[in-house]
């Protein structure tokens, strides 16, 4: 879903003075399940069925082997199997951004042929993600099994804790942009021509953000898990190697300053010469 609104005016308050504005305002939505679904990459053979005549999901087999699942974890892991129907609807993404930018300006006619003209934009974007993974979705179910610790008596213990994950991401960019110019433009006796300007421009523009993911979250009760250990290295079950768990923890601000002049200026003499010059 996408809107977008834009007005400009301009006012001719007198003979030598106009004034500008304009203003835009844009905001979409975008929200979608997502379905990994057929991907030679993974190696899906090109007629894999993804149901049986009675329309119930059949199992694809790409990460691990099927001899390995069946005896992984002697029942007491989550269901290590894939099944691309059943994933759909498991995985909810949205994306949102608005956006907001405002024009003024003025323009002075001065004498001499000298104008004066004055502009100014402000700038607003603003950014929103979150992907959700459900808690029978595949992709928990890999994490929780991946992450499981055996201990004595064939039982485990899971560091990744039951529920969903959400993932969320926000940024912000704000901008504010100047810009002064005066101008000058002179004929005289149809042979020669002088046109100038010169003006100074700033910018001052600062971006933040931020993501975060959830463990354990339960939309329906807006609850999280109170604690995950992030700093342990965990034997991976299903390999020989171990990692922390994954914390996706950041915050950022970016702030960028722009300071210019500028200056050309150009004679042309009987519309066939022309000399110029700019800093």
């Known amino acids: 879903n996408r809107i977008t609104l834009r007005s400009?005016?301009?006012f001719k308050v007198s003979s030598i003075l106009q004034l500008s504005a304009a203003v835009t305002y844009s905001k979409d939505n975008d929200?979608?399940?997502?379905?990994s679904?057929?991907?030679p990459i993974q190696g899906y053979y090109p007629y894999a069925r993804l149901a049986d005549d009675k329309g119930n999901a059949l199992p694809i087999y790409?990460?691990?082997r099927k001899p390995y699942i069946d005896t992984a974890g002697h029942?007491?892991?989550?269901?290590?199997t894939y099944r691309p129907i059943d994933e759909i609807g498991q995985e909810e993404h949205q994306i949102k951004n608005a956006n907001l930018v405002v024009n003024t300006g003025a323009n002075l006619k001065l004498p001499f042929g000298f104008a004066f003209d004055l502009k100014y934009q402000y700038m607003n974007q603003l950014a929103d993600q979150s992907d959700l993974y459900k808690t029978e979705s595949y992709y928990i179910r890999d994490q929780v099994n991946r992450y499981a610790q055996s201990k004595a008596g064939n039982q485990f213990d899971f560091p990744i804790p039951e529920?969903?994950?959400l993932d969320a991401a926000s940024s912000e960019l704000t901008s504010h942009q100047g810009r002064a110019q005066l101008s000058?433009?002179?004929n005289w006796n149809s042979k020669h021509s002088l046109n100038a300007l010169g003006g100074y421009e700033i910018r001052n523009q600062v971006t933040t953000q931020q993501s975060n993911r959830f463990y354990?979250?339960?939309?329906?009760f807006g609850a999280i898990a109170p604690v995950v250990n992030y700093t342990t290295r965990y034997k991976l079950y299903s390999s020989d190697g171990s990692a922390t768990i994954e914390a996706r923890q950041d915050i950022g601000k970016l702030t960028d300053n722009f300071l210019s002049w500028f200056g050309n200026a150009a004679y042309t003499y009987d519309n066939r010469y022309t000399l110029s010059a700019s800093i």
């Open 31 to 35: 929200s979608r399940g997502r379905n």
């Open 75 to 80: 029942g007491l892991l989550k269901d290590w």
């Open 216 to 220: 354990g979250y339960q939309p329906e």
């Open 163 to 165: 529920g969903g994950m």
């Open 184 to 186: 000058f433009a002179k």
């Open 8 to 10: 400009a005016n301009t």
């Open 37 to 39: 679904g057929y991907n």
């Open 62 to 64: 790409f990460d691990y």
